[in-house]
């Protein structure tokens, strides 16, 4: 075989490749909101000088770089007059603000207690907000509304569409 030839062969095939194959064209990914670790069986436990003022606790849980995500999330907020707690199922915890999800049940220790779909409560307000239906009840008073808003430290509620049974107490003189 000719030498000619065979640069001529070499050289069309190469040609050919240059031409009918394209290169690939790889994207990177950014990850920027890669979780940090996962834990079962999960509690976190907030302390000060004053003792215990926050304790979370849940099936499972999620740590991301600004935020814990919780399942089946079961959340006593200390640090005021009452304390609160809250259970759902499945929660955020992001910069002292807690959203809540699912069948969520809001609790003071005397006895006040709202449950509702989707609850937002700020730590450092202790307001918490519920968008959609409630029922707020303590003892045999019972509340029913839309878009609660509940302040914990002031102890003051206000809603929306509220329809409302209560029992008045007579004074005896």
């Not at 240059?18 to 509690?43: A, G, H, R, W």
Request: glycine letters at 4%.
């Amino acid at each position: 075989m000719n030498l000619n030839i065979f640069f001529i062969i070499v050289s069309a095939g190469l040609l050919m490749i240059y031409f009918l194959f394209k290169p690939l064209s790889i994207k990177e990914q950014k990850f920027t909101d890669v979780p940090l670790f996962n834990i079962f069986s999960f509690t976190m436990y907030e302390l000060n000088n004053k003792g215990l003022i926050t304790l979370m606790s849940g099936t499972e849980a999620t740590r991301y770089t600004n935020r814990y995500v919780v399942n089946l999330i079961d959340y006593t907020d200390n640090s005021k007059n009452y304390i609160a707690n809250m259970k759902a199922n499945s929660g955020i915890y992001k910069n002292e603000i807690v959203t809540l999800e699912g069948d969520v049940v809001y609790y003071r220790e005397d006895g006040l207690t709202f449950e509702t779909q989707k609850a937002v409560y700020n730590k450092k307000t202790s307001i918490t907000n519920a968008d959609g239906k409630y029922l707020l009840y303590q003892n045999s008073d019972r509340v029913i509304g839309t878009q609660l808003k509940y302040n914990n430290l002031l102890e003051q509620v206000s809603s929306k569409d509220v329809v409302a049974k209560y029992q008045l107490k007579e004074e005896h003189k």
